[in-house]
């Protein structure tokens, strides 16, 4: 444990970010993946394309590559000085773009569940687009998409880890700052996984709770 | 295209459906047009940036570089394929106590980062005693924390199938490895195809972790050719040569998963199989619902 209580302050620092990076990357993935996820169910064939694109093309390439491309090659293209939040905030746009395409996917396939007789019914009952999309699809939907976007995020969670190789500081590069100080690199590291089986198992939870509270009942 | 959400357009949406098609046409130009005048202004299709991809010798080192990420991909996912078997009949197993120990070996590879792992393996491990090559970091990685995506794949996939499957292996006088080896596994790995394809995708992208704990391959060249004055430090192009060489690898491989989807879904064998799966739902699901639908993809569909 004194691996621990004696580096509270690299511990902390590592935590936050970690946290950070999951809940900005979250949000930006969440805004980005429901824009592409709806194009992607759009009725304009042109959106439609690019949303398959940018889903299919960011799905076959690995998380690193993103990040390389983000912090590596973005700064000189623009001009920017990689400080440590330019490079904070790359990372976040990288997680952002890579983890929206699997919400997007998550979208899709929840709004694809919904039977099409569902909104047939709802037409021959007179009711109109919204009154369709807001009281019939939706709700339907959006109890399906509840399981697999939490994988999505529990993904997400796991993946903040990469960010270490690219000096943005979580709790995958907690190892590089008590190696200076002389902490026991095995050790510091089973504690980081303990940390990560925790934190899994919490989501995990929570997706269960949640998966509970609105089952889809058919 | 028939869809929940939408009744085949008239003049009205027709009209708007187009100011939309040209909007999203204009964003796209704009992102493109951009980052084009960015790549201009910063000098980057002049021909010292890309002096270095000329040379015989860097490309060979290029294709080095290729081989090692292809080879730590073999490796692992043989290994994964392996592994994912034995965790997957262990955690079938009737017994409690074979059960409980694979249960939660399969939980715990599942929930650690394939990067932590990594460091485990290349930094942690020295200081018990045992030093390995980068490489074998990553193929150790990748096989773990693979190996046990896999082996809930496989037995979601045992699971998945009908009751009377086993019933019948029993009835002819099989025993319970007979019935596994002969009648389940056959079946499950035939319905699962797809899923342990896409899987086997997710493991080649995460070779590319290995760039990160110094294994030399494709991002990590990328990297040293990008930062050598003499041929004026041309990451950018490296980027794109390295990024346009991971993306076609992991192209191939999911048109293959595709493919071999779609021969699925042809075999009226496996629809049955799929259909009887999923009673609760409507007529031709796909086996990526299938996954969703059962939680099965909890945190690994999506991983890396």
């Known amino acids: ?218 | 295209m028939s869809s929940v959400l939408y009744d085949v357009p008239g003049p009205k949406a027709v009209a708007r459906n187009r100011i939309l098609g040209v909007i999203t046409i204009l964003v796209v130009l704009a992102i493109i047009g951009f980052l084009v005048w960015r790549l201009a202004a910063t000098g980057q299709f002049t021909a010292q940036k890309w002096s270095a991809f000329t040379y015989t010798n860097v490309w060979a080192s290029i294709l080095e570089a290729t081989v090692a990420t292809l080879s730590a991909f073999a490796a692992a996912a043989v290994g994964a394929l392996a592994l994912g078997f034995v965790l997957a009949i262990g955690r079938l197993s009737d017994h409690a106590w074979v059960r409980w120990p694979f249960t939660a070996v399969i939980e715990v590879f599942r929930a650690i980062p394939v990067l932590v792992f990594m460091f485990l393996l290349y930094y942690g491990f020295p200081v018990i005693g045992v030093r390995m090559e980068p490489y074998w970091a990553v193929v150790i990685a990748l096989i773990c924390y693979n190996g046990s995506v896999l082996a809930e794949v496989i037995r979601a996939g045992v699971e998945s199938l009908p009751r009377g499957q086993s019933e019948s292996g029993y009835a002819i006088g099989l025993r319970k490895a007979g019935v596994m080896r002969l009648i389940l596994l056959p079946q499950a790995i035939r319905a699962m195809m797809p899923v342990i394809i896409a899987q086997l995708v997710v493991t080649l992208k995460d070779t590319a972790l290995g760039f990160i704990i110094t294994y030399p391959e494709l991002l990590f060249y990328a990297k040293y050719i990008g930062a050598q004055p003499s041929v004026g430090s041309p990451i950018i192009p490296a980027t794109i040569i390295v990024g346009a060489i991971y993306i076609t690898l992991c192209l191939v491989l999911s048109f293959v998963a595709n493919l071999v989807e779609k021969r699925l879904r042809r075999s009226p064998r496996v629809t049955a199989v799929a259909a009887a799966a999923q009673p609760a739902q409507q007529a031709g699901t796909d086996t990526e619902l299938i996954v969703a639908q059962r939680g099965l993809g909890r945190h690994d569909g999506t991983s890396l």
Do not use: H
């Open chain 1, 1 to 218: 444990m004194g691996v621990i209580f004696d580096n509270l302050d690299v511990w902390s620092e590592a935590l936050l970010g970690t946290l950070v990076l999951f809940f900005a990357g979250g949000a930006l993935a969440l805004v980005l993946g429901i824009i592409v996820g709806a194009m992607r169910v759009s009725p304009v064939p042109i959106a439609r394309a690019v949303g398959t694109l940018y889903v299919s093309a960011i799905r076959n390439t690995p998380l690193t590559l993103v990040f390389f491309a983000f912090v590596f090659a973005l700064p000189p293209l623009l001009g920017l000085r990689l400080t440590g939040d330019v490079s904070l905030t790359l990372g976040i746009c990288a997680l952002g773009v890579y983890t929206a395409t699997y919400v997007a996917e998550a979208i899709r396939s929840g709004v694809n569940t919904v039977p099409v007789g569902q909104a047939e019914a709802a037409r021959a009952l007179g009711l109109g687009f919204g009154q369709v999309m807001s009281l019939v699809v939706l709700p339907q939907a959006f109890r399906s998409v509840i399981p697999p976007m939490m994988s999505v995020f529990i993904a997400l969670l796991k993946n903040t880890t990469v960010a270490a190789g690219f000096s943005i500081v979580n709790l995958g590069s907690v190892r590089n700052y008590l190696s200076e100080r002389g902490e026991n690199a095995f050790i510091v590291i089973l504690w980081v996984m303990v940390v990560f089986v925790a934190l899994v198992l919490l989501l995990s939870w929570l997706q269960r709770s949640l998966e509970n509270r609105w089952r889809v009942a058919r």
